[in-house]
T-cell receptor
């Protein structure tokens, strides 16, 4: 049973380009969460998605960031017009059960984004 | 005030030492509490859940005091392999969102 998969593992972009980060949850998991870890800081929640629905995007920056989890395929975190401050590790997690009946979130290996 | 606050590190201890990490959280409605471990900025991995009655897993003991909104982790007989950053994590009681502390780095020396 493969774990949470993220790709690419490392991504380098120049300022103003777009970054697309992909996350495939564990088999049987339909809940996906994205977290960001800035250098020397803890993980910060960004967004919580279920298939075709955004449940909680309270941690997403208001501009340039979007996320989706389509019916088919991986979840995508998209950052438009990247700036140096977007350089961070972006972790995806998945869980099996809905919130309320808390289930462990399993984390992927992360995508390390570097903006030049 | 930070939502989850941990002891600032790093902790440098010799092998065999006992080390304790402390954590406080601000949301009294939080229902689920955890300690995660993160190695060299790899992905966080669940170390243990924390229950009001306290729980133990081998050399690791976790305690929760809801009245004080305080969580602790005790590591006995520390090993070199325990060197990592320990993350105190709580849920926000509004969904699946986890709130992470900034982490406390532990370095166990021979």
């Amino acid at each position: 049973n493969a774990g949470v998969m993220q790709n690419p593992r490392h991504l380098v972009r120049r300022r103003g380009q777009e970054a697309r980060l992909r996350c495939s949850p564990m088999k049987g998991h339909s809940h996906v969460y994205w977290y960001r870890q800035l250098p020397e800081e803890g993980l910060k929640f960004m967004v919580y998605l279920q298939k075709e629905n955004i449940i909680d995007e309270s941690g997403m920056p208001k501009e340039r960031f979007s996320a989706e989890f389509p019916k088919e395929g991986p979840s995508i975190l998209r950052i438009q017009q990247v700036v140096r401050g977007d350089s961070a590790a972006y972790f995806c997690a998945s869980s099996r059960l809905a919130s309320g009946s808390f289930d462990e979130q399993f984390f992927g290996p992360g995508t390390r984004l570097t903006v030049l | 005030r930070k939502e989850v606050e941990q002891d600032p590190g790093p902790f440098n201890v010799p092998e065999g030492a006992t080390v304790a990490f402390n954590c406080t959280y601000s949301n009294s409605a939080s229902q689920s509490f955890f300690w995660y471990r993160q190695d060299c900025r790899k992905e966080p991995k669940l170390l243990m859940s924390v229950y009001s009655s306290g729980n133990e897993d081998g050399r690791f003991t976790a305690q929760l005091n809801r009245a004080s909104q305080y969580i602790s982790l005790l590591i006995r007989d520390s090993k070199l392999s325990d060197s990592a950053t320990y993350l105190c994590v709580v849920d926000d009681n509004q969904g699946g969102k986890l709130i992470f502390g900034q982490g406390t780095e532990l370095s166990v020396k021979p």
